[in-house]
């Protein structure tokens, strides 16, 4: 199975590798500078991809391991990615937008970034608490 880590995120792997703890952030964002507060909205969005990449290996675990045929498996993997790959192109897209409608466009789309970012984390974490969505068809 490829990689989908750079290619579904949009993100460097080496990007993602970099995590910062809650008290940096924290810290960050009792800096009053711009430049400061830019690289608070970049740390908190670099933190909610971290999340997410983890979210989505844990669904393509519960994909791997249901029980279920190997030709239901591949389908539910082709659909996790597909869906995943139109998420991409709809966070960017709209991002872009609000990047193209302020004039402080860098915080305002890293914070875009991560508010879309955290909202695909929690609808793939309903999915997988639920289970039917990778629970094979009733026979």
Same mark, same amino acid.
């Given at each position: 199975?490829?990689?989908? *880590?750079?290619?579904?995120?949009?993100?460097?792997?080496?990007?993602? @590798?970099?995590?910062? %703890? $809650?008290?940096?952030?924290?810290?960050?964002?009792? &800096?009053? *500078? #711009?430049?400061?507060? %830019?690289?608070?909205?970049?740390?908190?969005?670099?933190? @909610?991809?971290?999340?997410?990449?983890?979210?989505?290996?844990?669904?393509?675990? #519960?994909? /791997?391991?249901?029980? #279920? =045929?190997?030709? +239901?498996?591949?389908?539910?993997?082709?659909?996790?990615?597909?869906?995943?790959?139109?998420?991409?192109?709809?966070?960017?897209? &709209?991002? /872009?937008?609000?990047?193209?409608?302020?004039?402080?466009? @860098?915080?305002?789309?890293?914070?875009?970034?991560?508010?879309?970012? +955290?909202?695909? &984390?929690?609808?793939?974490?309903?999915?997988?608490?639920? *289970? #039917?969505?990778? $629970? =094979? =068809?009733?026979?």
């Amino acid at each position: 199975m490829k990689n989908l *880590g750079s290619a579904l995120f949009s993100i460097p792997l080496a990007f993602l @590798a970099t995590t910062l %703890h $809650a008290d940096e952030i924290d810290e960050c964002q009792k &800096t009053l *500078g #711009a430049a400061q507060r %830019h690289l608070c909205a970049d740390a908190e969005y670099r933190k @909610a991809a971290v999340q997410l990449l983890k979210t989505y290996e844990q669904a393509q675990n #519960a994909i /791997n391991t249901m029980d #279920a =045929p190997e030709d +239901r498996k591949a389908l539910a993997r082709q659909r996790l990615e597909s869906n995943q790959t139109a998420w991409v192109s709809y966070r960017d897209t &709209t991002c /872009n937008i609000v990047s193209n409608l302020t004039d402080q466009m @860098a915080p305002k789309t890293a914070k875009c970034l991560t508010k879309l970012t +955290r909202e695909r &984390t929690d609808d793939l974490e309903k999915l997988l608490e639920s *289970g #039917a969505v990778f $629970a =094979p =068809p009733p026979q």
